[in-house]
Each structure stands twice: as C-alpha cells, then as structure tokens.
C-alpha cells in the first residue's frame, strides 16, 4: 500500500439550488489483478465522522464503499442504474444512482476520476451531482 492525499470535489443540484462541497484525506492507494484501489476515513467536513471510503476502479467503472456510521454501496458506468441503501445513525433510505459519465485517467501524479451522476432518494428528489476525485501519489 502506498500513501495518497485524496481530494473530492463535488458539485450538487437540486430544485432548490446548488451546493458545493470539497474534502482533503489522508489515505492509502494500491493496485491489484487489473483494479485500483483508494481508501480513507471522512472527516467532520464531508458529515460522515466514523466511516471508512473505499473506492475501486478500472478504466469505465467505478464502485464506492462506505461502512461505519454511515453506509452505502455505489456502482458507476456509464448508462447504467444501481439500486441500494444509503444507512445513517438516524434512518435507511432508498437510492438510485443514474449514471450519466465515467471519466478515469492516469495522471502524472496519480489518478484522476470525474462521475456525473442523478441521485434519486425515493422517488420525487433528485440531485444531480457531479464528483471529482484526485489520488495524489506524491
């Protein structure tokens, strides 16, 4: 395993505006059988204190793992739906994520993936969200 410095950058929308929040961690990196693997603790800045973030990928795919205080499974590719559970302290509620685009690249100093997607909670909210993450090597 390798350090990293993890960067999200995210932009969401919703009909009742547009907010905006950006994350720096401290986290781990490593590659295995044709997978890039990335992991962090959230921070009190993203609201998720006590949970673990995995991210994995490959050229066209990515999947986000959560578990701890607060819990979900997210699976980006393009085109595709993914049905699950986002679990708080509080509450379990249903999500859809709707895939719209799946950008991963190498980058001199690490990784650099863009997801565009439609997050639906039930079946009237929807946000559209846009989430940039960098994986610093350095």
Not at 78 to 84: I, V, Y
Not at 100 to 110: A, F, H, M, Q
């Amino acid at each position: 395993m390798q350090k990293a410095k993890i960067t999200v950058s995210g932009i969401s929308r919703t009909g009742e505006g547009t907010s905006r929040l950006e994350t720096v961690n401290d986290g781990t990196f490593t590659e295995k059988n044709g997978y890039c693997y990335a992991r962090y603790e959230e921070t009190e800045a993203s609201g998720m204190s006590g949970t673990s973030t995995t991210l994995k990928w490959n050229g066209s795919q990515v999947l986000l793992i959560r578990h701890g205080m607060y819990s979900m499974r997210q699976e980006f590719a393009e085109g595709c739906s993914c049905a699950g559970d986002y679990r708080t302290p509080y509450l379990v509620l249903p999500v859809e994520t709707r895939t719209k685009r799946v950008r991963v690249r190498k980058i001199p100093c690490g990784w650099k993936i863009r997801l565009e997607y439609d997050l639906a909670y039930g079946e009237a909210d929807v946000n559209r969200i846009v989430t940039t993450i960098t994986v610093d090597l350095r």
